[in-house]
């Protein structure tokens, strides 16, 4: 009995000892920090912060996003720190939330002016709230993704050029910080990358200002002849992309991009029906007498002077506006010289600006339909089936203007990773549709118009361009049975050497000079004031 009890005593002993052992080593590991650390969870806590999404510029490197700065706090959330928000914060029970949870947390602040140990700020670039320049061309994200517009078109580039801080803390297995030892702040992504637009900031707002003061849906374009870049596109009514809800039963359709979408056109075709008449040899000595009507094939067309304008060159013809002068012209050519000089002015065709963003076709009539007597003489003062975008309407101006030459208008110029200089630049697309001889006539009649016609007198104030302005019936009435007419005006800037092409489209406006033309001035007169 006495050596078992003996034996017990030793196995214990050697237990004991054993465990002692153990419990050293034990001891000796979890003093080690490295292992410490592993043993919390590896010792680490990242928190992500969105610093900024790729960007949209203007050709000048200015910025049509991110153009707002908000800050955030990174927190450490001890109770000092948490109290030091309070007054900083923007949504104080949201800081509450987070610093119940004891881990580290972010939050947006009213300012950088916050020193503390356990807070760190930082800037980040972010959207304007409301509405923006270029609403309908940026478009909108939703979830970090775009959604319309350029946001849609480029979105992966523009992702890819998304920012974002990480805070790597150190903490234990219950996310709790550790004290005394250090955290990281990194940043993924410069922030600066993105795309660049054709668009003119300046422009752009001029444009917008201008059209807002017309209190009418509408749409405005401003084009570099020279260039078929874009520089401004306006379109009217707008929308908040922060409150897409609100919209959402707005019979006005504010989402629509109407400088892309297809209007009855009115009399600013009589330009291509002079530029064709000049083409053929016709129309710059043609001479008809209008007497408030004329008859094609048992259908009467009048004149918006139901008296009649008397005898009329082409020149005269222009200025009064006068329909029977050119149906007269028009029977002159064949539909299919007619047919083919509006396509080669792009009427018909869908402009292309972006993956996704492209103007309507509009409607142009086939030579079969032009065959037809009726719809021939409609045709020729830009009534009947004919429908056209502002921006097919600007490109057709702005190719007049440049003796002839279309430019497929474009609105993106290249890429960008740094925000100052341009990689994968675009290219133009330009071909020979009139001669020079034919464009510079044309240009001619358009400045004598404007400065000489009675519904355009006194346009522009002070600055010298040519234009042409129409009143296109829609075939629709409002409640009183007064038909709903599109007022256009087009035209270019200045007069000599001209720039710009500038194109004004109110829906529903009624008269073109009483509704489109103060708009083309005040955009015309305002670039020019601004050195544009």
């Not at 080690?32 to 912060?49: F, H, K, M, P």
């Not at 050497?497 to 500038?502: K, L």
Request: hydrophobic letters at 40%.
């Amino acid at each position: 009995m006495r050596a078992i009890c003996q034996r017990i005593r030793i196995l214990m002993s050697a237990f004991l000892m054993i465990a002692a052992i153990l419990l050293w080593q034990l001891c000796r590991i979890l003093t080690n920090q490295d292992t410490l650390l592993a043993g919390y969870g590896q010792g680490s806590y990242v928190l992500e912060i969105p610093v900024s999404t790729g960007t949209i510029y203007d050709r000048n490197f200015v910025r049509l996003t991110n153009t707002d700065t908000k800050y955030y706090a990174i927190v450490h959330p001890t109770a000092d720190a948490v109290a030091a928000l309070f007054t900083k914060v923007k949504d104080l029970e949201a800081l509450r939330n987070a610093a119940q949870r004891g881990k580290p947390f972010f939050c947006e602040v009213t300012d950088d002016d916050i020193i503390h140990p356990d807070i760190r700020v930082i800037a980040v670039s972010a959207p304007k709230e409301g509405t923006q320049l270029a609403q309908h061309l940026i478009g909108y994200r939703k979830e970090g993704e775009g959604v319309t517009g350029l946001e849609s078109a480029c979105n992966d580039w523009l992702r890819s050029c998304d920012a974002i801080a990480r805070l790597e803390c150190t903490v234990n297995a219950t996310g709790v910080m550790l004290p005394g030892l250090d955290n990281t702040l990194y940043r993924d992504g410069g922030g600066a990358g993105g795309i660049i637009t054709t668009l003119d900031t300046g422009v752009q707002s001029i444009a917008e200002a201008a059209l807002a003061k017309a209190e009418a849906n509408g749409a405005a374009v401003v084009l570099n002849i020279h260039t078929g870049e874009i520089v401004a596109m306006a379109s009217l009514p707008v929308y908040d992309p922060n409150h897409l809800a609100d919209y959402l039963d707005d019979t006005d359709a504010p989402f629509m991009n109407r400088a892309l979408a297809a209007y009855s056109v009115g009399s600013v075709f009589k330009l291509v029906v002079a530029s064709a008449a000049l083409e053929e040899g016709l129309g710059a000595n043609y001479v008809y007498h209008c007497t408030g009507k004329t008859r094609i094939y048992g259908q009467v067309f009048r004149c918006h002077t139901h008296c009649g304008h008397g005898l009329l060159d082409l020149q005269n013809a222009l200025t009064v506006s006068c329909n029977p002068y050119f149906i007269s012209l028009g029977r002159y050519m064949t539909a299919q010289q007619l047919a083919d000089t509006a396509k080669s002015f792009g009427f018909g065709q869908s402009i292309v600006l972006a993956d996704g963003i492209r103007s309507a076709a509009g409607y142009l009539q086939t030579k079969d339909e032009l065959d037809i007597e009726a719809e021939k003489a409609n045709f020729c003062f830009g009534q009947g089936k004919l429908l056209a975008t502002p921006l097919q309407v600007s490109a057709m101006t702005a190719c007049i203007a440049n003796d002839g030459v279309y430019i497929t208008p474009r609105l993106l110029l290249g890429m960008t990773e740094d925000g100052e200089s341009m990689m994968n630049a675009t290219g133009m697309d330009a071909r020979q549709v009139i001669s020079t001889k034919t464009a510079k006539k044309v240009q001619h009649l358009m400045v004598t118009a404007l400065n000489t016609a009675e519904d355009a007198k006194g346009l522009p104030s002070f600055t010298t361009a040519g234009g042409k302005t129409s009143t296109a019936q829609t075939g629709k009435y409002d409640e009183n049975g007064n038909e709903l007419c599109n007022g256009w005006m087009t035209g270019f800037y200045p007069a000599v050497a001209p720039r710009y092409a500038v194109t004004v489209m109110i829906e529903n406006g009624g008269y073109g000079n009483q509704c489109a033309a103060p708009v083309f001035r005040e955009i015309i007169d305002t670039m020019a004031t601004s050195g544009y």
